[in-house]
T-cell receptor
Framework: DGGITQSPKYLFRKEGQNVTLSCEQNLNHDAMYWYRQDPGQGLRLIYYSQIVNDFQKGDIAEGYSVSREKKESFPLTVTSAQKNPTAFYLC?????????????FGEGSRLTVL | AQSVAQPEDQVNVAEGNPLTVKCTYSVSGNPYLFWYVQYPNRGLQFLLKYITGDNLVKGSYGFEAEFNKSQTSFHLKKPSALVSDSALYFCAVRAGNNNDMRFGAGTRLTVKP
C-alpha cells in the first residue's frame, strides 16, 4: 500500500547527541514536510521541500537540518543545538501538481531527550 | 501571513447529539481550508477540504464543514456524534499562492455515551 513511513516510532537521546529521523514515501509526491507537535501548540513547521535537492526553512528550523537527495526520502536531523528537542515529530507529503492537495501524514516519531 | 484559530481547547458532547468544532482563519488571498483528525500517538488523518465552490463540504465519517467567507470561519460539524469520534481535531489553512500549511492548536473532542 502507498503511504508514508516514519522510523523509529520511539527514540531516546542523551543530551548533546544528534539523531536522525527517517521519512520515506511511495506516493510519488513532490512535496514533503516536517512538523513538530507539542501539547497545546498544534503543529509547527520545521522544514519543507518542494522538489529534490531543494528545501526551505519553516518557523522553527533552528537546531534542525534536512536533506532531499531522493524524491522518496526526507530525513530530519535533530542536532545538539536544538534546546528542547523532546516532542512528537510528524512527516507529511502532498502532490506538487497543484496547491490544493491535502497532506498525507506518517505515524510520527516520538523523541525523548534524557 | 496566514494563521488559524481554534477558540475551544475542549468540546464535550453526548453521543447522538450534533457536534461543532470551531475554526477561524486569516489569510491573504483565497484560502484553502482543511480539517484533520488525530488519534493518540498517531499521525493526522485528512477529513475534508474547501478549495472553491459550494460552501458546504462533506467529508469522511459523516463530517461536514461550512465555509463562511464573511466570518472567515470553517466550522466542522456532524449531525450525530459517536463515541468513536473522540479525538484531537485540527483545522489548517493554506493561501492559494503559498506552499506551506498552517495549523490551529487543535480541539479535543470528547463524546460521552
Amino acid at each position: 500500500d502507498g503511504g508514508i513511513t516514519q522510523s523509529p516510532k520511539y527514540l531516546f537521546r542523551k543530551e548533546g547527541q544528534n539523531v536522525t529521523l527517517s521519512c520515506e514515501q511511495n506516493l510519488n509526491h513532490d512535496a514533503m514536510y516536517w512538523y513538530r507537535q507539542d501539547p497545546g501548540q498544534g503543529l509547527r513547521l520545521i522544514y519543507y521541500s518542494q522538489i529534490v535537492n531543494d528545501f526551505q526553512k519553516g518557523d522553527i528550523a533552528e537546531g534542525y537540518s534536512v536533506s532531499r537527495e531522493k524524491k522518496e526520502s526526507f530525513p530530519l536531523t535533530v542536532t545538539s543545538a536544538q534546546k528542547n528537542p523532546t516532542a512528537f515529530y510528524l512527516c507529511a507529503s502532498r502532490t506538487g501538481q497543484t496547491n490544493t492537495g491535502e497532506l498525507f501524514f506518517g505515524e510520527g516519531s516520538r523523541l525523548t531527550v534524557l | 501571513a496566514q494563521s488559524v484559530a481554534q477558540p475551544e481547547d475542549q468540546v464535550n458532547v453526548a453521543e447522538g447529539n450534533p457536534l461543532t468544532v470551531k475554526c477561524t482563519y486569516s489569510v491573504s488571498g483565497n484560502p484553502y481550508l482543511f480539517w484533520y483528525v488525530q488519534y493518540p500517538n498517531r499521525g493526522l488523518q485528512f477529513l475534508l477540504k474547501y478549495i472553491t465552490g459550494d460552501n458546504l463540504v462533506k467529508g469522511s465519517y459523516g463530517f461536514e464543514a461550512e465555509f463562511n467567507k464573511s466570518q472567515t470561519s470553517f466550522h466542522l460539524k456532524k449531525p450525530s456524534a459517536l463515541v468513536s469520534d473522540s479525538a484531537l481535531y485540527f483545522c489548517a489553512v493554506r493561501a492559494g499562492n503559498n506552499n506551506d500549511m498552517r495549523f490551529g492548536a487543535g480541539t479535543r473532542l470528547t463524546v460521552k455515551p
